[in-house]
């Protein structure tokens, strides 16, 4: 088990450092898109609107930091992998190494939970300068925003691993990432849809984020139905990586 650790460690180390090095950078990157949102959706055009009892600024908050845990985690994840696998070759190394599957799925992973919660955070703490009245459990928020974060970066790194190219990530990108982007609850309330578009969006990953989310943070019941569906997103896509990773060590 300490072994396990230790290689999760070295892998995590290696992207680290670069995100060491570019620290302030990649998270101000990552911060732009997100506070765009929480600016013109929020607070521009949601004020004085009501969305399941609430105002819209504090209905829309909680789906922007699910928006972002999705979008940071999985393009850090993504990203550096396909850095690393088609340019610096240092992936091809890793795989050489005596290092199991299970570490370096998990190592490539972190770098984008690590990002991924730092940016949820922030934008969480921006959201309140903006809404102050929103109720939060810490714990809980820290715990389901982590949850989120790391099933987001494991699917980060299966799509990189599966796909080849930049212009293959830039096609799933645009096809997969941008509608789960805007349809996934994070900016409107899934009661307003018919029943069939609930039960075909409650098949993505974001949905049941925003959902965590959401109710942690305006104190409604807890969707354990969206929990068990975020751990068995996660579990699938982790089954995913290691098929991937095995045809890529082929």
């Known amino acids: 088990m300490m072994n396990m650790f230790s290689d999760i460690y070295s892998v995590f180390w290696l992207d680290l450092r670069v995100m060491r090095r570019h620290w302030k950078s990649l998270i101000a990157t990552s911060l732009v898109l997100p506070l765009l949102y929480l600016v013109a959706f929020g607070y521009g055009l949601g004020r004085g609107i009501t969305v399941d009892g609430v105002s819209y600024l504090s209905f829309v908050i909680p789906g922007i930091v699910a928006l972002t845990t999705f979008s940071t985690s999985f393009n850090s994840a993504s990203s550096k992998l396909q850095v690393d696998k088609m340019y ?133 019941s807890f969707p354990w139905l969206s929990f068990v569906g975020l751990l068995i997103f996660g579990v699938a896509f982790f089954i995913g990586c290691i098929f991937a990773l095995k045809k890529s060590s082929v």
């Open 88 to 220: 610096y070759k240092s992936f091809d190394e890793l795989l050489m190494s005596p290092v199991s599957s299970y570490a370096i799925i998990i190592g490539k992973a972190l770098i984008g939970v690590l990002r991924g919660a730092i940016s949820a955070i922030a934008i969480y703490l921006a959201g309140l300068a903006l809404a102050p009245t929103l109720l939060v459990n810490p714990l809980l928020f820290l715990m389901l925003t982590l949850l989120s974060c790391f099933v987001f970066a494991l699917f980060g790194v299966m799509v990189a691993l599966i796909i080849a190219s930049h212009h293959g990530m830039s096609n799933f990108s645009t096809l997969v990432i941008l509608p789960m982007t805007f349809l996934c609850g994070t900016f409107f309330s899934l009661n307003e849809l018919p029943s069939i578009a609930k039960v075909v969006l409650y098949f993505l990953p974001l949905t049941h984020s925003a959902e965590l989310l959401r109710s942690t943070v305006l104190g409604l």
